[in-house]
């Protein structure tokens, strides 16, 4: 990354990677499910894929609205260790993590396209930040509801002594 002081280009930069993220969970997200063997993570996920694709759209849409189309590379390296998971509780908290890093960086760039007057990226990012925080407590609820207890005690069957 080349020097960064404005706000603006702050932003540009954030947008981009979260645009990366999402690409790259797009290609992500059908292995995570393959995976999976509980079906409502799986249902989960795959309901998460569709949203994905939307986010995808979305971020395109807040460049498109700022002029800004087809500056973008890919590359982010981020997601490599989704790819890996086969166990549920693993998928479910390499799924968290990725919320997570995409409310983070939602959050922050809706307050910043507030500050400089980005009303119409602002409203699309609000959108996809809502869906991410859904996905999240989804996915928690998911651990909570059998997946974490479920992976401990097939642990304790294989487990030798
Ligand atoms: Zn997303
Ligand atoms: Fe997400």
């Not at 498109?64 to 590379?73: N, P, Q, R």
């Not at 409310?103 to 922050?108: R, T």
């Not at 930040?129 to 005690?153: D, H, P, V």
Request: aromatic fraction near 4%.
């Amino acid at each position: 990354m080349t020097s960064v002081s404005t706000l603006k280009e702050l932003f540009l930069d954030e947008v981009k990677d979260l645009l990366n993220a999402e690409r790259q969970l797009v290609k992500a997200l059908p292995k995570m499910i393959h995976a999976a063997t509980s079906v409502p993570l799986k249902d989960a996920l795959t309901a998460h894929l569709a949203e994905t694709e939307k986010h995808v759209d979305r971020m395109e849409e807040v460049l498109t609205s700022m002029g800004m189309e087809g500056i973008l590379e890919e590359g982010s390296e981020m997601l490599d260790t989704v790819e890996m998971p086969a166990l549920d509780a693993a998928i479910v908290s390499s799924g968290q993590r990725v919320e997570h890093y995409e409310i983070c960086g939602y959050g922050v760039i809706h307050e910043w396209a507030k500050t400089l007057g980005y009303d119409a990226a602002a409203k699309l990012i609000a959108t996809t930040l809502a869906e991410e925080k859904a996905a999240n407590e989804k996915l928690s609820s998911l651990a909570k509801g059998g997946i974490n207890t479920a992976a401990a005690a097939r642990e304790a069957a294989t487990s030798i002594g």
